[in-house]
C-alpha cells in the first residue's frame, strides 16, 4: 500500500514509528525498481510482525515471499542471538537484489538464509530442520493452503502462523478484484476457514488493508 492512498489515521500510526533505517529504504527502493512497490509491507505492519515474532521467542523462523528482503529484516531483528530465518523465495531477480540486503546484515550471532526456489519445493526439503517456532506467509495466493499444510506439520504445537494479504483487496467477501481468479480467490477462502478452526488455531484477524492473520497451533 502506497503512502498516497494511506488515510489520515495510517500517516498518523506511520508518523509515531521510528525512521526505517538505510538498508530497509534499500529494500524499498529495489522493490520500486522492479515496478513492486505497491505490494512491500507498510512499517506499521512490518513492526506489528516483528514485535509478534520477538514477544512469541521465535528462534527458528520461516518465511515465504521474499520479495526484496524488506519483512525478512524486520524477522531477522527479532530473533535472539542463534536464531535463524529461512526467507523463500522463486524469482531470480528478488533474490539477486535480496542476496544484496543480506550481505550486509549482521549475521556474527544470528542467520539467515535465503532459499531460492518454488516454495512448496524448498519447503519439504528444510522440512528435515524444523520443527520451527513460526511462518509468515507472504506469497503466490494460489498456493496459501498448500503453505498451510506444511505448517501444520512442521510449525510446533504453540508455534506462530502469520498470513499476509488475505482480503484479497476484498474479493474473498465478493467484491469484484480482476486481478485474482477464481481459483485464487476460493484457496484463499478455504485458508481463512482453515485458521479459523478453533480445534487446530486459536487465531484472530488485524483488519489491515489486505487483512493479516495471526494464529496459534494448537
Given amino acids: 500500500m502506497r503512502e498516497s492512498v494511506l488515510s489520515h489515521k495510517d500517516n498518523y500510526m506511520l508518523s509515531l514509528l521510528s525512521e ?29 510482525i516483528q514485535t509478534l515474532v520477538r514477544t512469541h521467542g521465535c528462534r527458528k523462523f520461516v518465511e ?21 530465518l ?22 556474527s550471532k544470528k542467520k539467515i538464509h535465503l532459499v531460492m526456489g518454488d516454495a512448496r519445493e524448498e519447503l519439504e526439503k528444510i522440512a528435515a530442520l524444523g520443527p520451527f517456532d513460526g511462518v509468515f506467509i507472504d506469497g503466490n495466493k494460489a498456493a496459501y493452503f498448500d503453505y498451510l499444510t506444511w505448517a ?7 508455534g506462530l502462523i502469520l498470513a499476509d494479504n488475505i482480503f484479497l483487496s476484498g474479493s474473498v467477501w465478493g467484491e469484484p478484484a480482476q486481478k485474482f481468479s477464481d481459483k485464487q480467490i476460493r484457496i484463499m477462502q ?6 479459523a478452526d478453533p480445534t487446530l488455531f486459536e487465531s484472530a484477524i488485524i483488519p489491515t488493508f489486505e487483512g493479516l492473520y495471526i494464529a496459534l497451533k494448537k
Avoid at 538498508?23 to 505492519?45: H, P, V, Y
Avoid at 523463500?88 to 528478488?94: A, G, I, R, S, T
Avoid at 501444520?152 to 504453540?158: D, M, S, T
Avoid at 478455504?190 to 485458521?195: G, I, M, S, T
Fill in 190 to 195: 478455504d485458508f481463512n476457514k482453515r485458521l
Fill in 152 to 158: 501444520e506439520k512442521n510449525v510446533r504445537q504453540g
Fill in 64 to 84: 515465504i515471499g521474499t520479495l526484496t528482503g524488506l519483512s525478512a529484516q524486520y524477522i531477522f531483528e527479532a530473533l535472539p542471538d542463534g536464531g535463524e
Fill in 20 to 48: 526505517e533505517s538505510d538498508l530497509k529504504k534499500r529494500s524499498r527502493q529495489f522493490a520500486d525498481e522492479l515496478n513492486l512497490g505497491r505490494i512491500s509491507i507498510n512499517a506499521a505492519e512490518a513492526k506489528l
Fill in 86 to 107: 529461512w526467507t523463500l523465495e522463486k524469482d531470480p531477480k528478488h533474490g539477486e537484489y535480496s542476496s544484496q540486503i543480506f550481505a550486509q546484515l549482521d549475521q
